[in-house]
């Protein structure tokens, strides 16, 4: 199974197991990993699941479809690194992605 | 005898409210005990994918789940799933369930009430009949699943979201699909003219048989339903119904304890009651909306039961209130994502951006120069700006937002500019 590190606000890492065929944003969920709200539960129409991609890894997760790019385009602190983590796709092509995840979604 | 913990947090209901609002105590800091105590048999689950992409198959039940089943256990909240709290008894702070082992009282300290809302039933003759389906819980979808098979014919009541959405999920299943609504046009309480009209043209030309302005009088079968009679005396014939119009607030028990209702529970801006030791939240709550000066509002939304959570757990613990957004939601029907924001009762004007041919456009509203809500249908942009400037009041110029060739970047800064 792939691994996921998540870095949140305060430097603190977590490694998670994912499964492929789910979202970034809902392995975040099911390991209780902070700083992902994901309040529409992955529809793309909130925007509170934002990430921003290790630099090493943003060329393989791939650049935002045009509606996440949308709402990427308005959410706060995005660079060229953001994700919308439900919009990521887990494959073992990911695995030992690196993800950081905000201080807040809101 | 039930303890008085003075601790403890009960919240009745395990929904999305009562969800957030347990993850919420403890994301703020709260040590004691929080229990929730909920009349369905599933850990809390997201209720909008039973009408998409639950119902079409697309998706497992645990991928319903808004919480793993670990994370209870881990945050020491106890869920006590299919069980029904009888009585309040404000006095003693206690709450009584009808628990057959163990403890069927129970002390709390703050309560929070989150029981959502149920499905409106029709008193027309037959609506008890076999194949009659409500759409609220996952347990609905389990049991209305095995009917929408290739070639059935599906007659929806009611061209509300709930309506619509599961239309649209049975034509993807194959089935035949006619939608009766007593108003002369699809989703009149959400929405716009311009909106409805948009939908209903979307669902003809997915083969939806639409009757707007029909009255159904009857539900006709004999065991099983068998057709659906309109006032006039026409028989639709159909193998299953489904029936969505609208929603009963559960403020029931919140009425028998003496709290203050109206076609909901009455809160304050910080989600409490007319007792300071309970709080209600979610789709069961009225409460002040601070973006529309202060208009008590009931809302049926994920939004609205989100941030009910976080403000309720946040005033139970004195942490400061947390911000509020303009009240969202979204649709998804067929390839169209709809996403709205704000309330559009009150309206004096509209404005179209885009052209709906192309199906992709926004409808903004207006009341007296300010942006008051928009539905966007596959236009992110125009939502997530129109959002802020209706949380913000904004002045915006009709003109501007009419002409596609103005960014909504650029609107929003002149809107911003200009108020």
Same mark, same amino acid.
């Given at each position: 199974m792939p691994k996921i590190t998540f870095i949140d606000a305060a430097r603190e890492t977590r490694t998670v197991e994912a499964k492929n065929g789910m979202?970034?944003?809902e392995t975040a969920i099911k390991n209780n990993v902070p700083g992902i709200d994901a309040d529409c539960g992955g529809a793309c129409a909130c +925007?509170?699941?934002?990430?921003q991609v290790h630099p090493d890894w943003i060329a393989k997760v791939g650049s935002p479809g045009s509606m996440e790019q949308s709402m990427l385009d308005f959410a706060e602190g995005v660079t060229e690194f953001s994700? #919308?983590?439900c919009q990521i796709k887990v494959t073992d092509a990911l695995d030992g992605l690196v993800v950081t995840t905000p201080e807040s979604q809101h | 005898m039930a303890e008085r913990a003075p601790d403890r947090v009960v919240i009745i209901g395990g929904g999305q409210a009562g969800c957030q609002a347990a993850a919420s105590l403890r994301q703020l800091g709260h040590a004691g005990e929080i229990v929730i105590i909920a009349e369905e048999p599933d850990a809390p689950y997201q209720r909008p994918p039973l009408s998409k992409a639950y119902l079409k198959g697309e998706i497992e039940a645990e991928r319903l789940l808004i919480r793993p089943e670990s994370f209870y256990a881990e945050e020491r909240i106890e869920l006590r799933l299919g069980e029904r709290v009888t009585a309040i008894d404000r006095a003693a702070r206690r709450v009584t369930t009808d628990a057959e082992q163990g403890e069927a009282g129970l002390g709390y300290n703050a309560l929070i009430i989150a029981t959502g809302t149920r499905p409106r039933r029709l008193a027309a003759p037959g609506a008890g009949l076999g194949g009659v389906f409500e759409l609220r819980t996952r347990a609905d979808v389990e049991r209305l699943k095995p009917a #929408?098979?290739?070639?059935e014919r599906l007659c929806v009541v009611g +061209? @509300?979201?709930? @309506? #619509?959405e599961t239309a649209a999920a049975a034509r993807a299943l194959g089935c035949e699909v006619t939608v009766i609504e007593a108003m002369d046009r699809v989703l009149s309480r959400v929405a716009g003219e311009e909106l409805s009209a948009f939908f209903a043209n979307e669902h003809r030309s997915r083969g939806v048989q639409l009757r707007l302005g029909a009255r159904l009088e009857a539900f006709e079968g004999a065991g099983s339903v068998s057709g659906v009679r309109l006032a006039g005396g026409e028989v639709i014939g159909c193998d299953v119904v489904i029936v969505g119009v609208g929603v009963i607030a559960n403020d029931e028990i919140a009425r028998e304890a003496g709290l203050v209702c109206d076609d909901g529970i009455v809160v304050d801006r910080a989600q409490r009651t007319s007792d300071a030791a309970v709080f209600a939240i979610g789709d069961v709550a009225r409460r002040p909306l601070v973006h529309f000066g202060d208009r008590m509002m009931r809302l049926e939304s994920v939004?609205? +039961?989100?941030?009910?959570g976080k403000i309720a757990a946040a005033a139970i613990l004195g942490a400061p209130h947390p911000a509020e957004d303009a009240p969202w939601f979204w649709s998804d029907q067929y390839d169209l994502k709809l996403q709205t924001a704000g309330l559009w009762t009150g309206a004096d004007a509209t404005v179209v951006r885009g052209d709906p041919a192309e199906r992709s456009f926004a409808v903004f509203y207006l009341q007296a120069g300010r942006l008051i809500a928009v539905d966007a249908v596959n236009a992110a942009p125009e939502y997530i700006v129109g959002k802020k400037l209706v949380s913000l009041g904004a002045m915006v110029a009709p003109g501007e937002l009419a002409d596609k060739s103005v960014a909504m970047k650029d609107i929003a800064a002149r809107a911003l500019a200009r108020t």
């Open positions: 979202s970034v944003m +925007a509170t699941c934002h990430v994700r #919308l983590s | #929408l098979k290739p070639g +061209a @509300g979201y709930i @309506g #619509l939004h609205n +039961a989100i941030e009910g």
